[in-house]
C-alpha cells in the first residue's frame, strides 16, 4: 500500500523536454508548469508557476556540458527548496563531469565530487541517474543516489536482432567489467580493446586482446564523446575478419567530428539512448527510450517501493 499523502510533481530543465515529457507520459502525470526568463546579458532565472508546498518534486534534467545545463538545475532545485517542496530529487539521466572523479595528475579538481556537494547544497534530497562514468561517484553524495543501468533497456533490443556467433567487445580496458557482465547476460564470449593516449581525446595506438573472426560484435560503453575510441576499435575489429560490428553506447554526447567519424566507419549500428537529444540524426544511429525506466522508478519511489528489481546488472 503506498504511503504518499499527495502527488508528485514532475518539472523539466529546458536541455531535457523531450525526454521529461515522455517520462511523464509514462508515470501518467503532466509536466509542471516552468517558465524560464532570460536577462539581455544570458542570466536566466526559471520559476514555478504552481506550488510545491509539501510535494515531493521530481527535476529533470541531464548536465552535459555546457554549464549552462547545470546552472539551470541547480536554480531549479533552490527554487523547490525556498517553496518549501517537501523532497526534491534530481532526475539526471546523464551526470555530466564524471570523467573527473579523481586526481589523474597534480593540481586539478575532482570536479564530480564538486558537482555532487553542490546538487545537495542546492537542494538535491535524491539523486535518480543512469550509468555512471564510475560506479564510485555514488559515494561522493551524503544523499541516497538510485544508480540505474541502461543494460534494462538494451538487452531486450539486443536480444531482438537474434545474432550468431555474439561476441561482446569493450572499447578499453577501464570498461571490461561492464563488458563481462553484457556478456553473462547474454552468454557470448569477450574481447578488448588496449589502447594508448597521447592525450585527451587523442588515440597513439590500439590492440585486440580476444579473437573476433566470423563473429557479430557489439561494443559496449558508457557514452561515446568524439566517437574515435569506439570507430577506431569497430575498424579495427572488421579488419580481424569480424562479420559486423555494432556499439551500444547510454550517453550520445557526440562532440566535434563524431557524427562524421560514425557516418565514415565500419559501423554497423550506433545504438544510443535518449539520455542527452542528439544534434542532428545519422542513418547510423538508433535511439532506444529509457523513458519507462526513469518512469517506473520514479513511481516506485515516489510510493516507497523496492526498485532492486531494475538493477539488471
Known amino acids: 500500500m503506498s504511503t504518499t499523502t499527495a502527488d508528485a510533481k514532475i518539472f523539466n530543465c529546458t536541455q531535457s523536454r523531450e525526454l521529461a515529457e515522455k517520462i511523464a507520459a509514462a508515470y501518467g502525470s503532466k509536466l509542471g508548469n516552468v517558465i524560464t526568463s532570460t536577462y539581455s546579458d544570458g542570466e536566466f532565472q526559471p520559476s514555478f508557476e504552481e506550488s510545491v508546498r509539501g510535494s515531493r518534486v521530481f527535476i529533470i534534467g541531464s548536465t552535459h556540458p555546457g554549464a549552462d545545463h547545470l546552472m539551470e538545475m541547480l536554480l531549479m532545485l533552490d527554487a523547490a527548496k525556498r517553496a518549501s517542496a517537501r523532497h526534491i530529487t ?19 579538481p575532482i570536479a564530480a565530487k564538486m558537482i555532487a556537494s553542490i546538487l545537495e547544497t542546492a537542494g538535491a534530497t535524491r539523486i535518480i541517474t543512469m550509468d555512471l562514468h564510475a560506479d ?8 541516497p543516489v538510485d544508480h540505474l543501468f541502461a543494460s534494462t533497456v538494451f538487452l531486450p533490443y539486443l536480444r531482438s536482432l537474434n545474432l550468431e556467433n555474439l561476441t561482446i567487445a569493450s572499447p578499453d580496458m577501464g570498461g571490461s567489467k561492464r563488458a563481462y557482465a553484457y556478456s553473462k547476460a547474454l552468454e557470448s564470449d569477450v574481447v578488448i580493446c588496449y589502447k594508448q593516449r597521447a592525450k585527451a581525446n587523442v588515440i597513439s595506438h590500439m590492440e585486440l586482446i580476444g579473437n573476433v573472426e566470423g563473429k557479430n560484435v557489439v561494443l559496449v560503453d558508457d557514452m561515446v564523446d568524439t566517437a574515435g575510441t569506439l570507430t577506431r576499435a569497430a575498424n579495427l575489429m572488421m579488419e580481424r575478419g569480424a562479420l559486423s560490428v555494432r556499439a551500444i553506447c547510454t550517453h550520445p554526447v557526440l562532440s566535434g567530428e563524431a557524427y562524421e567519424r560514425v557516418e565514415k566507419s565500419k559501423l554497423q549500428e550506433l545504438i544510443v539512448t535518449d539520455s542527452i537529444p542528439l544534434k542532428k540524426e545519422s542513418r547510423k544511429i538508433k535511439v532506444v527510450s529509457c523513458a519507462d525506466l526513469f518512469a517506473d522508478v520514479m513511481n516506485r519511489v515516489h510510493s516507497n517501493r523496492s526498485i532492486s528489481s531494475k538493477f539488471i546488472m
Open 90 to 108: 534530481a532526475v539526471m539521466p546523464y551526470f555530466g563531469w564524471a570523467r573527473q572523479d579523481r586526481k589523474d595528475k597534480p593540481r586539478v
Open 136 to 143: 564510485q561517484i555514488q559515494g561522493f553524495f551524503e544523499k
